[in-house]
């Protein structure tokens, strides 16, 4: 609902096709599944042996995080992008989808009589990305790595790589932790987690055995840092996932605004920006607010004295990054500690103001009790030796791709 609401042209094609008889209903899926086809396009030179794949900029930072620690093994990518539809190579790509036309329409008519529209859409997109990757993949790759388990394109790849004797490795993209409802299983043949809270939520929803392996988040760490109001003047930085409740937002901004130790406030939108609230309704603030969506995310993490979050796994990373999180269960949707981090006692609650009491008490849940334990359940790299561990993961990645 957060896409309809935010997105005019989802939102005007969503009700086109509420509106229009069955048969135009199949014909727009079988469109969609075309343009998902066409937007997948290979980048490798020579033998790649390892064939990277992501679709976001979450997945994309991990990847990049993932190639940098193997850079011994020749790779390639695939990339996704609707630029990609119009390539001149697209032509040829079309004449290769046109003989199964008819049997994907036939698919598509019993979809639209059972889903809506975009359920129906990414459940059809499966289909034929999953075509697509099959004559994208290198023949002497010998696995693909990729960073989310669940999504159509991945799905398609993760499925077209096993059918090709090719072996799928996988790091998580974010520490989604919690009991969030619907965790897809996990069919990878090496799982390189960041943390244990990710190997045990994947161990409780997939019903065979996984290969699972410790990895390392992509983000820098640097010690808790002790937040006063008697130091510089400070920064505070709101992190958004989707589904943001654009009331309560006014209100932590107006609320963090008032306290003369803050200087500034800045909103991390969610990196999917086509879930993002229109923020120009946030005015009327003593501080400037700035609106962030362009910055590196550790860029963001760097300047924050304070951070606020809903439910984004964003905050493992800030965490991570020696800033202090404050969680705001009513900022998003969702329900209340949706990836468990307030019940593990990971992040305090956001108090019902902000005044000088705040200053203590980050200062006693942060630096005092077992906190650092509860932080390495979530990043099993925090004050570990993380090139030990970046030593075994690829040493794991090298005994799998010798099974290709």
Known sequence: MSVLRNSRSIRYSYNLYQHSPGAVKAASVVVYGLKCYLSLAGQCDGKPQLVYFASYPSEHRVLNH??????????????????????????????EFVPAIARLYRFARR?????????????????????????????????????????????????????????????????????TGCVAPMH?????????????????????????????????QQPMRAVSRDGDALTAGIYLTALTDMDRLQEIVADLSRHPSIASVFIRTHPAQVVNADLSRITGTRVPVEVSNAKPL????????????GNSTVAIEILRGGRPVLYDHRLDDLVFDYNGYAGYGLVPEYPETIDDDIFTHIQHHYFSGHWDEKMRYFDSGYQQDERAIVQRFAAAVARVMQQA
Not at 71 to 89: E, P
Not at 137 to 144: I, W, Y
Not at 198 to 220: C, K, Q, S, W
Not at 299 to 305: K, M, S, V, Y
């Open 298 to 309: 550790r860029e963001d993490i760097a300047r924050t004295d304070i951070a606020v979050c």
């Open 111 to 179: 979809l639209v009589q059972k889903h809506h529209f975009m359920p129906a859409c990414r459940i059809f997109s499966t289909v034929t990305y999953y075509m697509r990757f099959n004559r994208l993949l290198d023949e002497d790759a010998k696995a693909v790595f990729i960073a989310c388990q669940y999504s159509p394109e991945c799905l398609g790849l993760a499925v077209a790589a096993h059918q090709a004797g090719k072996k799928v490795l996988f790091t998580n993209h974010a520490s989604a932790t919690g009991e």
């Open 188 to 220: 990878a043949d090496l799982v390189a987690v960041t943390s244990q809270a990710m190997a045990d939520l994947y161990e409780r929803h997939t019903p065979h055995e996984l290969n699972i392996v410790p990895f390392t988040i992509a983000g820098p």
């Open 66 to 95: 993932v190639q940098n620690n193997l850079q011994a093994v020749a790779h390639g990518k695939i990339t996704i992008s609707l630029r990609n539809c119009f390539r001149f190579a697209a032509l040829n790509e079309i004449l």
